[in-house]
């Protein structure tokens, strides 16, 4: 396999764009999600359009076990991979003492601690090899203080973007750099698997496919992050966000978050 990039969270969305758009340049792929039956479809697609070749690999990432064992796959069937796009992620709406803790933990254990296992293991390999590329996909979310009725995923998706930066410096000068994507509300199964799309946030969306594109573009780029897919105004209060008070900005965010009837 040539130029390979595995891809969490392959089977929808950005993820799945992200599989189409390093196809198109001619990049094999090992793409990774829950649902068997829609990577193969996804699998099928792109080797017959693209004449790449593309791996499957079904695992849940909520799973601890699950990191360690797509290493160990890859490992074994002698892949070597350049691109590693952690895209895999979830969120969920509501108080988050009212909401079921079970949910907070797996999201804690998708969004944090699967993409920086995956992290630690590729990273030595691809420093070895003098040559790599990491995407991390974060969200805007990361920017505002914190995300009332979101808190746990805003939460996430602060460490993801620390720690793309971190990482990022640790990294220069080894021929492997560290991308942060950051979209705003996109196109995808997010919005309904985590309550949002009754919220105004999510009331106008960008697609996935310009999303995605923006994130790989950056990417090879080498750039330490990408925002992308925010409305005129969006732009405007993000800017604002490091020179306005805290609680103005969670009153905003809270206004935006609380679902409509």
Known sequence: MKNTALITGASSGIGKEFAHIHAERGGDLVIVARREDKLNELKSSLEERHAVQ???IAKDLGDPAAPKEIFDAITSAGIEIKYLINNAGFGGHGMFHERE???DHAMIQLNVVALTELCR???PELVKRKEGRI????????LPPGGPFQSVYFATKHYVTAFSYGIASELQDTGVTVTALLPGATESEFAQTSGMDK?????????????ALDGYQAMLAGKLNVVSGLTFPQKLMMAAIPFSPKKMVLNQVRSMQEAKD
Request: proline share 0%; hydrophobic share 50%; charged share 10%.
């Open 199 to 211: 919220t105004d946030l999510f009331s106008k969306t960008a697609s996935a496919r310009s999303v």
């Open 54 to 56: 593309v791996h499957v």
């Open 121 to 123: 293991l590729f990273i």
């Open 135 to 142: 995407l991390n996909v974060s969200s805007t979310a990361s």
């Open 101 to 103: 803790w079970a949910q």
